[in-house]
C-alpha cells in the first residue's frame, strides 16, 4: 500500500507527463486520461472524477478526432497554433491537477499551473518553432509528417506518463536542460551591439 506522500508524487509525475503530452496534442492526453480513469488504472482527484465518465470520454474523443484531422489541412495547421498554445497550457494545468490527490487546492492549482502549465507551455512552444522551421523549408509540404510525429508523440508520452511516469519526468528535466545550455551557447556567440 502506498504512502499518502508517495501517491501524491507519483500524482505530479503522471500529471507533468501529461501535462507535456498536451503541448503536443491537446486532447489526445485527455482522451488517454478519461481512458485509464474509466478502466479504474488512474486515480484522480475527488472533484475530478467525472473526466472517467461518457461524456467526457466522447467528448475527449471528438475533440482529439478534429484535432489531429485540422492539423493535417495545409496553412490550417499553423492558425491552429496560435489557438493551441494557450489551449495547451491549460490543458497541462488541468491534467496536472486532475493527478494530483491529498494536497490542499489552493497548492494543487498553483502547482499544476506552474510544473503542468510550464511543461505544456514549453513543448507547445518548442512544436510551434517545428512546424515553422517546416513551413519555411518545404512550402508546408512537410507539416503533414510533422503533424504525424507530434500526434505519436503526444500519445507516446501520455502512454509513459501513466505507465512509467518517473521516466518522463528525468526525460523533460533532461530536455529542458538541453535546450536550455543550447539558448546560453546561442546568446554567448551573440555579438553586443554597441
Not at 481512458?35 to 461518457?54: C, F, H, P, Q
Not at 491537477?97 to 494536497?103: D, P, R, V
Not at 512552444?125 to 513551413?135: D, E, K
Not at 508546408?140 to 500526434?151: C, I, L, M, Q, Y
Request: proline share 4%.
Amino acid at each position: 500500500m502506498m504512502t499518502n506522500s508517495h501517491e501524491m508524487l507519483m500524482g505530479l509525475a503522471i500529471g507533468i507527463g501529461l501535462a507535456a503530452a498536451c503541448g503536443f496534442r491537446v486532447f489526445v492526453p485527455l482522451l488517454i486520461m478519461s481512458i485509464g480513469v474509466r478502466a479504474d488504472y488512474l486515480n484522480v482527484a475527488s472533484n475530478m472524477e467525472w473526466v472517467g465518465s461518457t461524456p467526457a470520454l466522447l467528448a475527449f474523443a471528438t475533440a482529439t478526432a478534429l484535432e489531429i484531422a485540422a492539423y493535417y489541412v495545409p496553412w490550417v495547421d499553423n492558425a491552429l497554433d496560435s489557438i493551441t498554445t494557450p489551449t495547451a497550457i491549460v490543458a497541462g494545468t488541468f491534467a496536472s491537477a486532475s493527478m494530483i490527490t491529498g494536497m490542499d487546492p489552493m497548492l494543487q492549482w498553483s502547482v499544476a499551473a506552474i510544473a503542468g502549465g510550464g511543461a505544456a507551455g514549453a513543448v507547445q512552444i518548442a512544436t510551434v518553432a517545428t512546424r515553422a522551421t517546416s513551413t519555411a523549408t518545404t512550402a508546408g509540404f512537410g507539416n503533414p509528417v510533422v503533424s504525424t510525429a507530434e500526434a505519436g508523440a503526444a500519445t507516446g508520452v501520455a502512454l509513459l506518463a501513466i505507465v512509467v511516469p518517473v521516466l518522463v519526468v528525468v526525460f523533460l528535466v533532461l530536455m529542458f536542460a538541453f535546450a536550455a545550455r543550447a539558448m546560453f551557447r546561442r546568446r554567448k556567440h551573440v555579438p553586443a551591439l554597441q
